[in-house]
Every structure is written in structure tokens, then in C-alpha cells.
């Protein structure tokens, strides 16, 4: 509010002084035009009326008393010597010249007297004395010289009380924005921390009821066991020199033989995903010999099926029969689960990874896809040896 109240005083001064200094000039080319007045009274005007300009110029700045009764002494002197020191048959012709002095330079400071009752009494009283000049100047109530001069003081009083009256209102809601937005951040504060305690208890409750689930054990100890074998699997392989090369999550190809065991991959596979819930029943080869590329491609596409078997199927089992010839290696990857139509079913959603058939299909294989509602599903896998 304070910030405000300075803004507003600083705005009238400045108004102040830009009303008063141009009416003061064209008072000036009113009266050097009319060539009524003789020329030591007209030189003693425009002397007071430079005094007056330039006190106008420092209220600007600053309005205290003295600038203020400055600016009313040196406007009712100059209104002196200009209606006196001219015959009377001209007074009437200066009494229209002045009007812009009298009812604009010396009402102008009325805009800017807010809070200061002497200054707004001088200024009150000069516009009497100013009125009351050009009224005998004129030599009627009625002329139009005494019209102006009183608009002209009601035109600057309506505009100093309609903006001594807004601004504070203005203030007023502005601040009660402010005060709006700072609620508003605080509740946005507020439940900003009530969601991060909600989120902690979450997480502290979560973890709880994980423990409990676990009976204080957590992950099983035969389940630990495989995949510390496992590990133990990978850092002998690594160390005898092997370079990994993960192809997917979890699957890595770590000899560096040009052929592989199929039968001991399979087994990898096998209890890979018995730790994930899905038991797999392996029928048929034991141990087939696969280039490492053609190896990859193959148990890629195993992983894919028995993945879909775990998600999609519905049942807890899977069989695989490994067939091989001289030429091509075949798996049959099998369940008993719910089946879907193939017709009414877009290749894109058949849940078999493109990429996956497409590498298959890049060392010489294929892939067949078999099913029917409630009848399981089967996929063929073929690859070359």
C-alpha cells in the first residue's frame, strides 16, 4: 500500500506539472497576441510567470508548502499586474487571455495536496482570488472569461477527488489478489507435503507387508541357490576367457566353441522360468549340435513362446519336443491353455515378437503358429543345423 500511495502522489505531481506549465505558455501567446497590455506590466507578468514555471518544474519533484505557495504567489502576481496594468477598455480581452493561467496554473496544484491541509487551503483560496479577479476584469459573473475559469477549477477538482478515491481501492484489491495467491501457494504447498507423508507411509506399509508376506525371509533359499549357481556359471565362463553377448534380458551366449550343446541351453531355459512359475516339460532330443548363430536365433524364439505361455495361456505348465533331422531342428512348444481364433486375430497382436521371427527366418528357419479357443496353442520352431 505504501508503494502505492508514493506511485500516486509521484503521478500528481507530475501532472501537476505538466498542467500548470502548459497553460501557463498559452496564457503567454494569449497575452503577447492581444497587444493590450502595455510593456512594463506585461514584462513584470512574464517575469512572474517564468517564477511560476520554474517552481512548477521543482514541484514535480517535490511538493512541499513553499514550492506550492510559490507557484499561487507567482500566478496571482502575474494576474495582478496583467488586469491592472491594462486600460479598462482591454481589461476584458485580458481577462479571456488568462483564463488557462488562472483556471489551469493555479488550480493544478490542487491535485497533489493530498494530506496537506495548508497547501490545499492556499490553493483554494487563490482560485477565489483568481475567480474573483477576472470576474471584475470582466465585468460580469456571467462572461464567458469567469465560465472558463470556474470549469476549469471544477474539471481539476472532479479529477483529483475521482483519483484520490480509486487508487485506494485499486490498492485494496490488488492486495486482495496477493493475498489470494499466497493462499493459494500454501495449500499447493500443503498438499504437496501431505502427499509426500502419503507416499512414505505407502512405501513404509508396502515394504511392511512385503516382510510379513515372506514370513521375514524374504526371497526363498532354493530359489537363492539357483541363481547363485547360475552366477557362479557366468564368473567361470568369464574367467576362462568367454565374452558375453546378451541378446536379450537374461539370456547370454558366453562359449566360444563354433558349435553349442542344445540339450544344456535348453536346461538354462528350462530353469529360468520354472524360477518364473511356468514348468517346462522337454520331450524328445537330447543333445543337438547348433552353429552359435543359428543357436541364438532358435532359443530366442523358445524364450518368446514360453513367455507367451506364461502370460497368456492360463496354466502353470508347458511342454517342448525338440525333433531334429540332418538338415532342420524342430521344437513344438505346447499348452493346454485357452486358445484364441487366428482369424479374428491381426498378425501385429498374435503376441510372437516380428524381430524374433525375422532373425529366425535370417539363419534359414521358420515359425508356425497353431491354435483354437479352449483347445491350447502350439508353435512351431524350425532352424537348420
Not at 83 to 101: F, K, M, Q
Not at 208 to 235: F, K, N
Not at 353 to 375: C, I, Q, T, W, Y
Request: net charge neutral.
Amino acid at each position: 500500500m505504501d508503494f502505492i500511495a508514493q506511485e500516486r502522489d509521484r503521478l500528481l505531481r507530475s501532472t501537476t506539472r505538466v498542467v500548470g506549465i502548459v497553460c501557463a505558455l498559452v496564457s503567454v501567446i494569449a497575452i503577447v497576441s492581444a497587444l493590450a497590455v502595455p510593456i512594463v506590466p506585461l514584462l513584470g507578468a512574464l517575469a512572474c510567470i517564468a517564477v511560476m514555471v520554474g517552481a512548477l518544474l521543482v514541484f514535480g519533484w517535490n511538493n512541499s508548502i513553499w514550492w506550492t505557495s510559490l507557484v499561487l504567489a507567482a500566478g496571482l502576481g502575474a494576474l495582478a499586474l496583467l488586469l491592472l496594468g491594462s486600460d479598462e477598455s482591454a481589461r476584458p480581452v485580458i481577462a479571456s487571455a488568462v483564463v488557462p493561467l488562472a483556471a489551469g496554473s493555479l488550480s493544478a496544484p490542487l491535485m497533489a495536496q493530498r494530506g496537506h491541509p495548508v497547501g490545499l487551503g492556499l490553493t483554494i483560496a487563490t482560485g477565489v482570488v483568481a475567480i474573483v479577479s477576472i470576474t471584475w476584469a470582466a465585468g460580469s459573473i456571467l462572461a464567458a472569461p469567469v465560465t472558463g475559469a470556474i470549469l476549469g477549477w471544477v474539471i481539476i477538482a472532479v479529477v483529483t477527488i475521482w483519483i484520490s478515491r480509486s487508487i485506494p481501492r485499486v490498492a485494496r484489491r490488488i492486495y486482495s489478489i496477493g493475498t489470494a495467491h499466497r493462499a493459494e501457494r500454501q495449500a499447493s504447498e500443503t498438499e504437496a507435503q501431505r502427499r509426500q507423508g502419503a507416499r512414505l507411509l505407502h512405501d513404509t506399509v508396502l515394504a511392511t507387508l512385503t516382510l510379513l508376506a515372506h514370513s521375514g525371509v524374504g526371497v526363498s533359499e532354493q530359489a537363492m541357490r539357483e541363481q547363485a549357481a547360475e552366477d557362479a556359471r557366468l564368473l567361470r565362463h568369464l574367467r576362462l576367457g568367454a565374452t558375453p553377448q546378451p541378446q536379450q534380458s537374461g539370456d547370454y551366449s558366453l562359449t566360444r566353441e563354433e558349435e553349442s550343446p542344445l540339450g544344456q541351453t535348453l536346461e538354462s531355459v528350462k530353469q529360468r522360468f520354472g524360477r518364473m512359475g511356468l514348468e517346462v516339460s522337454w520331450h524328445g532330443t537330447g543333445q543337438v549340435l547348433l552353429p552359435s548363430n543359428v543357436l541364438d536365433a532358435f532359443l530366442l524364439a523358445l524364450g518368446e513362446c514360453l513367455e507367451n505361455v506364461r502370460r497368456h495361456a492360463g496354466v502353470g505348465e508347458a511342454h517342448v519336443t525338440i525333433v531334429h533331422d540332418d538338415e532342420m531342428v524342430r521344437a513344438m512348444v505346447t499348452d493346454s491353455g485357452v486358445g484364441f481364433d487366428l482369424t479374428s486375430v491381426s498378425a501385429e497382436r498374435l503376441g510372437f515378437k516380428e524381430s524374433v521371427v525375422n532373425r529366425l527366418r535370417e539363419v534359414g528357419g521358420d515359425a508356425k503358429l497353431f491354435s483354437a479357443p479352449g483347445s491350447g496353442t502350439t508353435v512351431v520352431l524350425e532352424a537348420p543345423r
